[in-house]
């Protein structure tokens, strides 16, 4: 065992093998002898999903109230995501940024479409969240024509694991290994208005925040504290960038968490970057600009991607955003989100709950890892992101019927 951490957004943790079955089946040992131990020991070797649900290699099933941490929107095969991506895959899956497609062409534009972008906006496509917010990084370096010498994010912040957004994210365990990191990132306390007016001034660049935080626990900002981010940013002729990688693509029961009255409080960032649910367990992520000024922060040939935006990302993405159209699964979640949260606090053992939509943390009175471990033996993935909180992001289109069985059990998991 080499990770010991016990939160996982990343997707790096839930890695100690003690959380999972007591078999020590021979996939465990293949698995140790061929892949990097990053991860730590795999909990599970599953071979199938379907809907809410996924299979491991003895046939047990799982609810997976994960969804791949916050990643299949859709759930597990969804035909409209299978369709599309075999369509795809049949009529052209490559061609690099030499080109465009038509899948292509069509997400960025359903993208301006959803998050009602203005003219001159728009879409850089890649593959993954900590690419969506490098992109943003090398943006933030051109602000104000270059030369605005540090970032600012928030202290909890998750925004990836590659050196610049490694920078960037908070805790100094995924960073200091790693020494020297990407210079000119200031962490502030997290819901702290007055030490972010004494930490930004007009030689800041960009200030990252996640609207929701999902590596902490799962929570959103004090009221005011976004707006009052707008406001600084915008006087000290600062970006703001929001992370919408974990809260965005319907996650919150809106599509992007900051289009949330509750949660953006009205404000209209100059960057969001997103992966994650978008590509319904397609690897893609996208940092969009907002307004012509933010495009033009980056010119051609400044940045770039082999992969990203190809055409079968881009036609999962594309099969993502129009079933959450068509199944009105943004009223799904918000009526669901809603639900669950009320029936989560009547559970006695349950301290807290927070998050919005199907992004909840919920703070047990409990030891989350043991819970986590217990939940796994009943058949459900749920996620220990902190000692005290576990993380639930199950697929956007879960229902009630199946979340119940997980309400019924959930006292008797976290009692032990
Ligand atoms: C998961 C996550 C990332 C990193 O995304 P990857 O696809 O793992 O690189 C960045 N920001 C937030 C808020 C995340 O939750």
């Known amino acids: ?31 140790s002898r061929v892949l990097s131990p990053v991860f730590g020991s795999p909990q599970l070797d599953l071979v199938r999903g379907q809907g809410s649900k996924v299979w491991d290699a003895s046939g047990k099933e799982y609810l997976d109230l994960l969804a791949g941490i916050a990643v299949n929107a859709l759930g597990h095969c969804h035909p409209a ?14 061609i690099s940024n030499f080109f465009t497609s038509p899948p292509q062409i069509a997400l960025a534009s359903k993208l301006h479409e959803i998050l009602d972008l203005p003219a001159g906006s728009a879409v850089f496509l890649s593959n993954s969240g900590t690419e969506a917010n490098e992109a943003a990084f090398k943006m933030a370096r051109r602000a104000g024509g270059g030369g605005r010498p540090f ?41 702290d208005v007055d030490a972010l007016a004494a930490a930004i001034n007009d030689t800041c660049a960009a200030v990252f925040i996640e609207p929701v935080q999902g590596e902490v626990g799962v929570r959103t900002h004090p009221a005011g504290y976004l707006q009052k981010a707008r406001e600084l940013t915008r006087s ?20 992007y968490a900051h289009q949330d009255p509750e949660i953006g409080e009205g404000v209209v960032p100059d960057i969001i970057s997103s992966a994650k649910g978008l590509g319904g367990g397609m690897p893609i992520g ?36 129009d079933t959450i159209e068509t199944e009105d699964l943004l009223t799904h979640v918000r009526d669901t989100g809603q639900w669950l949260r009320g029936e989560l606090e009547q559970v006695a053992v349950v301290k807290s709950v927070s998050g919005a939509g199907l992004l909840l943390g919920v703070e047990i009175d409990g030891d989350a890892k043991a819970a986590a471990a217990r939940a796994l033996e009943a058949g459900f993935i749920i996620n220990p992101v902190t000692p005290e909180r576990l993380r639930l992001a199950p697929p956007l289109t879960i229902t009630r019927e199946e979340l119940q069985p997980f309400l019924t059990a959930l006292p008797g998991l976290i009692a032990g």
């Open 286 to 321: 996208a940092t969009i600009t907002v307004g012509a000024e933010n495009t033009k922060l980056l010119e051609a040939g400044q940045h770039g991607t082999t992969f990203g935006g190809n055409p079968l990302a881009s036609a999962a993405a594309l099969a993502v955003i």
């Open 81 to 94: 995501w299978v369709k599309a991506i075999s369509e795809q895959a049949g009529t052209l899956g490559h």
């Open 236 to 255: 000290a002729g600062a970006l703001l960038v929001l992370d919408e990688v974990q809260s965005g693509m319907g996650r919150t029961g809106h599509w």
């Open 151 to 191: 970032v600012i994010a928030v202290e909890g912040a998750f925004h990836g694991r590659t050196m610049g957004s490694l920078a960037l994210t908070a805790k100094a365990a995924y960073r200091e290994p790693f020494a020297p990191g990407v210079p000119g990132v200031v962490h502030v306390p997290y819901g």
């Open 1 to 31: 065992m080499t990770e010991t951490t016990t939160s996982s957004s990343d997707s790096s943790a839930g890695s100690d093998s003690s959380a999972g079955t007591e078999q020590a089946g021979t996939w465990r040992d293949d698995f």
